[in-house]
């Protein structure tokens, strides 16, 4: 009886264990890619429904505006605990996807196409809720480590699209609206599995911190490379089902590998705990003297002259109610949501993204397009694609960990790291609009590695610079300028001088727009102009970036993490006071 009230006490501590809790939030991250998996399907809803091709593209707009707007998920985490904003979110991610696949499974009338908008902005939303629910509590929970713990949850979501490419192969086989159902309940699913295991937790030391961080890192990197070698190799051999469901089962067992870590490590302190104390061999009984009465401060005691009216202490709240906005905390320290938003350094970093997140989103829409107008096959063109997702992880987890060890080594502002991955995305630009053999691989490469080292850089640098008491809705907010530098680079330049290009073409061969379904550019020179405007704008914003730079380089220089080591340590000494308490009893 006692051996298993051990092992039920054992498999309580590791469920409600810090470290289950991260596997918990891994799996979760892992389910919540599916806007990038719009490509694979958007072709069946197009074919079924009888959209046009300007139809589809207003689809995939609604789809990038819910996945970036997530003030709602954001202001409902300020009021509400983490297990509700994971039920909302799984409930619109099921009610909202599940509404696309019995429209292309015409299980209901055909909708109109704001109903269908609506359906697919609603689905991709609540990404968000599943952001905000476990990767926030994350990172409130090991606020010394908030740069690795975001690049490795982060890198989960770059590839997630992998992960349900692989399931969906090996469970429907290669059917694209089966891939719509999956993607609407299996996050759900993740989710509600877990609801409960996501919470805030007391924050404290853990020596063996660092060693499992880096185990985690470790196992995405595993991960990241079998998802490329079964990509290359799926596209070059024909797999069979069998074939499918092994390697599906290989990418299971890397993804549930950090559940072996956590039973591992609350094994281990499991141990420690139930170690007899040795009482002290003597107990020394003092009795504390009075403590000196404290001095009286100026805000406990009325000055008042006998001659003169009473000296009024300065209060800035009671004089005006905006008082707080205009006096920002320092650097570091918690914000509030209006003194954060109308704050020089978040305008900074809300142009930054506006121009590195907005080109890089542009490249990776126009990618296929780029690839037919060069002459490359459709073949190679999935490569593309598969090779950014993949390397969008590279770049999460390089500005997670790398990141981290340089500012704590070398002290560089994380900014600056930012404002180099905005150098990149420009070389990527020029690339294509420059275009050489195997010019367009090496872009893929260096747009989804900035990509994904800018989003979680800022993600990281918002946590830092402006506190976690409110960062759920901060963290939301600032990346509501990368969805707006989309449409405006996407759209409003890309598009237009694409157009513009094909345009040229048709008059060269005699014909007009009403003689062709759609336009067409072959040839270099369709996105040499429109590429050009993107580099330039990429180095508009790595020279903004560097002005955060200097504003932030003093703040950098310090200990940005002092307040939680303080924090840790006084509950680290409560805890031993506690356990000391309870051995003298």
Not at 374 to 391: A, C, D, E, P, R
């Amino acid at each position: 009886m006692a051996t298993t009230g051990g092992c039920c006490g054992y498999l309580f501590q590791v469920i409600s264990g810090r470290w289950f809790m991260m596997f918990a939030s891994f799996l979760i991250m892992a389910g919540a890619g599916a806007t990038y998996l719009f490509g694979v399907y958007s072709k069946e809803i197009k074919t079924t429904l009888g959209y046009d091709q300007s139809t589809l593209n207003l689809l995939g707009t609604c789809k990038d505006l819910g996945a970036n707007v997530g003030v709602l998920s954001g202001l409902l985490a300020e009021v509400a605990p983490p297990w509700f904003v994971l039920l909302v979110g799984s409930v619109m991610n099921f009610a909202g996807y599940f509404m696309v696949w019995l429209a292309v499974m015409k299980k209901i009338p055909k909708p109109k196409v704001w109903q269908m908008c609506l359906y697919i902005c609603i689905g991709a939303n609540s990404q968000n809720f599943a952001n905000t629910g476990s990767l926030v509590t994350c990172v409130k929970n090991f606020p010394e480590s908030r740069g690795m713990m975001l690049g490795i949850m982060k890198g989960f979501v770059g590839l997630s699209g992998a992960v349900f490419t692989q399931l969906y192969l090996s469970i429907y086989g290669n059917d694209a609206k089966s891939m719509i159902l999956l993607i609407g309940w299996l996050p759900a699913l993740i989710s509600l599995v877990f609801v409960y295991t996501i919470r805030p937790l007391k924050v404290s030391t853990h020596p063996n911190e660092l060693k499992v961080f880096y185990e985690y890192l470790y196992i995405t990197i595993a991960l990241a490379l079998l998802m490329m070698g079964l990509t290359i190799a799926q596209k070059e051999v024909h797999f069979s089902h069998y074939a499918y469901v092994g390697s599906t089962i290989a990418v299971c067992v890397l993804i549930f590998s950090p559940l072996a870590i956590a039973f591992r490590e609350e094994y281990t302190s499991w141990k420690l705990k139930k170690q007899p104390v040795l009482p002290p061999t003597s107990l020394l009984v003092l009795d504390q003297p009075p403590a000196p009465p404290k001095s009286e401060s100026i805000s406990e005691i009325e000055l008042v002259d006998s001659h003169t009216q009473p000296i009024e202490i300065d209060n800035k709240e009671d004089q005006c109610c905006c008082a707080g906005i205009c006096n920002p905390p320092k650097r570091g320290e918690d914000y509030g949501i209006l003194q954060a938003l109308l704050s020089v350094d978040m305008l900074i970093l809300f142009v930054a993204t506006f121009c590195g997140l907005g080109c890089s989103l542009t490249s990776m829409d126009n990618l296929g397009q780029i690839g037919e107008s060069l002459g490359y096959k459709q073949h190679t063109i999935n490569t593309f694609v598969s090779l950014v997702s993949i390397w969008n992880y590279f770049g999460r987890v390089f500005a997670g960990f790398v990141s981290e060890v340089i500012l704590l080594k070398y002290k560089i502002p994380r900014p600056m790291i930012m404002a180099l991955s905005l150098l990149i995305s420009a070389l990527s630009n020029i690339f294509i609009a420059f275009p050489f053999p195997g010019s367009v691989y090496i872009a893929s490469l260096l747009v989804g590695f900035s990509f994904g080292a800018q989003l979680t850089l800022l993600f990281i640098i918002i946590s830092e610079l402006f506190g976690l008491k409110y960062y759920s809705t901060l963290f939301n907010c600032g990346q509501l300028a990368s969805p707006l530098g989309s449409y405006v680079l996407s759209v409003l330049v890309v598009g237009k001088l694409y157009d513009r290009e094909a345009l040229k073409q048709l008059a060269e061969k005699g014909m007009t727009r009403s003689m062709v379904k759609e336009l067409t550019c072959i040839g270099k020179q369709c996105y040499r102009l429109s590429f050009l405007v993107l580099a330039g704008v990429n180095i508009f914003g790595a020279v903004i970036t560097f002005i955060l730079v200097m504003r932030t380089r003093k703040y950098y220089s310090g200990d940005i993490y002092k307040r939680f080591k303080d924090e840790m340590a006084t509950n680290d000494k409560k805890e031993m006071g506690s356990s000391k308490h309870v051995a003298a009893k």
